[in-house]
């Protein structure tokens, strides 16, 4: 979850269980989601990056494999004989890694109640422009279908911190059009706004993580309360002297990062 993704999820080959869990639960815990999450997350199917960036929702192995955040799906009884066939292979051809993880994949089916199924309705509502539309659109479709999973998510995003998900909406439009590099050093000014000036990260460690009342008391406290001018700040240089871009190291052997080619 979270930073834990950021370790895996831009490697060629992503292997999940019936026992995986994924979620970027940030916006819950007063913080946006990094590790370039507004990169791979902005590529997924339609809106989903969006449903799962804002709501912080858990998708397990099969749907993780289902949306392209996972490349293989493998029986969790399997991967002691994965690992030893990859032991075997001594290449670091992706050709024959590939094949060989191939011979332990299998295509489990979605479950009934996946989130994954909601496609359509996820590409109406997170495809709207402001997140106060987003939960808008959301209200309204449970109207009509009467669906708790629609409930739900309008119920986490309530939860969140109300300019962490605005700031997250921006950010994930803004990567659909950015390369991985570009991702990360926007994301990284976000985080250090966050940490400069705002303060709803060290409320949701209280409230979350310390206490643990789960009772957060974000600032703003709602979504109508944070402003345009807010949600820029976050893009924004740091005003430090000291303070400098994130700029990463060019390796001779990086190549485009793998969720592109998904």
Known sequence: MGAGC???????FRVVTEKTVF??????????????????LSRLP??????????????DGTEMLACGLATHFVSSIKLG?????LKKVYTTDLATISAVIDEFSEKPTLKERSAYHRQDIIDRCFSQMTVENIISALETESVKAG????????????KASPICLKVFLKSIRRGRLQSLDQCLAQEYRISCHGLQVGQDFFEGVRANLVRKDRTPKWVPSQLELVSDEM????????????????????????????????
């Open 46 to 59: 339609g809106f989903f990056g969006e449903y799962i960036g804002l709501t912080g929702a858990k998708l």
């Open 23 to 40: 979620a970027m639960p940030e916006a819950r815990t007063g913080m946006t989601p990094d590790v370039g999450a507004s990169f791979f």
């Open 81 to 85: 004989l994965l690992d030893e066939a």
């Open 147 to 158: 669906d708790a999973w629609i409930s739900e998510s309008v119920h986490l995003m309530k």
């Open 231 to 262: 949600v820029d700040r976050y893009f924004s240089k740091v005003d430090d002297d000291e303070w400098v871009d994130l700029v990463l190291p060019v390796r001779s052997n990086s190549s485009t990062s793998i969720m592109a080619k998904i």
């Open 6 to 12: 950021g370790i895996s999820i831009h490697g060629r």
